[in-house]
């Protein structure tokens, strides 16, 4: 494979993609770039026991400072991915990403996705639908007629900061080039495409001990960090550490709720079921039926986040058998004594809107549509909603008493949000303490 889409793999350093304008600030970090000699990966390991990395024990396990409880993406790098170059967003609890139309908010979040759904075992067909369109629009065809993109990501959590950084090759052939997961400078996971005849690549990860590095062949379409638990012992401390880290990611990206609200399919009554939010939030009124009945705090709070957010007086959010029976339920506002309630298929679009996320930003994985990972507590993981267009048909209001919802879920550590806006939320953002925006403005 040639080098301008091949991963820089143990030891070995790889050129920047062909056609991909130069980034100096940020070359040193792209998935196709090899860390500095100076930091020992699995190749100095197969020589010998390398050095301990910065942070870690001298027998090569995990970092000495323990990182948040909850493992959280810290930071998503866009290395060379739609109109994002060397592009590196740091995400709090709360961040918004503002810009003009055309300056990547919805690419950044499309990112996040795609991350998510490969640590969830999805193929890179899966995970990028359209992937030409992920390739930088300047980016020249190799010699072999190949393109591609990268992007990558930091998670924090219990084993300190953890990085994965992945190049994908999108022209003539969809496939995985490259992936590396480090951490202090160690890499403790690096594959490169060796030939384009298989449909493989050659995965090395960090071992430790007398044997140093493990070689293995592993699927060219999946995430390869993923597939660690079913190919690594945990004999050792070197595979403990990795295992400990690829854990962390996974469980920091499968815990990811993408949420659109379609207000054309939260106006009709809807059969009562299990309760759990769909991603457009077309069963909204069944959800509240089982919030209403399972959990009266967050019921209560989301009647309050209601009196902000819709208009007229609002007594209180119930749910109705409805007319024509068959098992459908329908969501009301209760008006309070003497007034006729209000049904959800009165309501605006941005009504609906703001009380479908006010309920995902209020609630958690076990009423949400969203697979976590089973290894780990709901209680130790954080839940990131990804809102694109978050603030499409709100006022300001209304945005402004999300932003604040949002606060109060990611104070305590179970909910993040990462969203795309409009300028006039942005500035409210701005003048928010806790909330981090990142303009793409030119």
Known sequence: MDATLDAAGPGRPAAAPTGTPPCPAAAADSPLRAHPRAEPGPADAARGTPPPAAGAT????????????????????????GPHRAAAFPLGPV??????????????????????????????????PDPGSRVPERALPDGGGRRGFRLGCTVDGPSGPVRLDLAVQAEPVLRIAGERLSQDGRILLATALRDPRRRTVEAAWFTGGTVGVTR?????????????????????????????????????????????????????????????LRTDCGNLADVLRRTRHECGTRHALLAGAARTGCTGPVAGLDV???????????????????????????????????????????????????????????????????????????????????????????????????????????????????????????
Not at 59 to 72: E, T
Not at 95 to 123: H, I
């Open 320 to 442: 109705r058998a409805a007319a024509g029976g068959a098992g459908l339920v329908a969501a009301v506002l209760d008006r309070g004594p003497g007034r006729p309630a209000t049904g959800l298929d009165r309501l605006g679009a941005g009504e609906l809107r703001f009380l479908a996320l006010a309920l995902v930003l209020l609630t958690g994985p076990g009423v949400l549509e969203v697979d976590p990972a089973a290894e780990l507590l709901s209680a130790r993981q954080a839940l990131t909603v990804l809102a694109d267009g978050l603030d499409r048909d709100l006022d300001r209001r209304q945005a402004a008493e999300l932003l604040r919802l949002a606060l109060l879920s990611g104070g305590r550590g179970h909910i993040r949000l990462v969203a795309a806006v409009g300028e006039d939320t942005a500035g409210t953002g701005r003048g928010v303490p806790g909330v981090s925006v990142v303009d793409l403005s030119p």
């Open 58 to 81: 001298p027998s090569g396990g995990a970092p000495a400072d323990a990182g948040p409880a909850r493992p959280a993406v810290t930071e998503l790098r866009l290395s060379a991915f």
């Open 95 to 128: 961040t918004l990403f503002a810009g003009p139309s055309g300056s990547g908010k919805t690419q950044a979040l499309d990112a996040y996705r795609a991350l998510a759904a490969l640590a969830s075992g999805a193929t890179l067909r899966e995970a990028f």
């Open 216 to 276: 293995a062949p592993m699927p060219d379409d999946r995430l390869g960090t993923g597939l660690l638990p079913l190919r690594v012992a945990g004999s050792t401390a070197g595979q403990r550490r990795v295992l400990a880290a690829a854990e962390q990611v996974v469980v920091a990206l499968r815990a990811v709720f993408a949420c659109d609200p379609d207000p054309g399919r939260m106006r009709a009554p809807v059969p009562a079921g299990e309760g759990r």
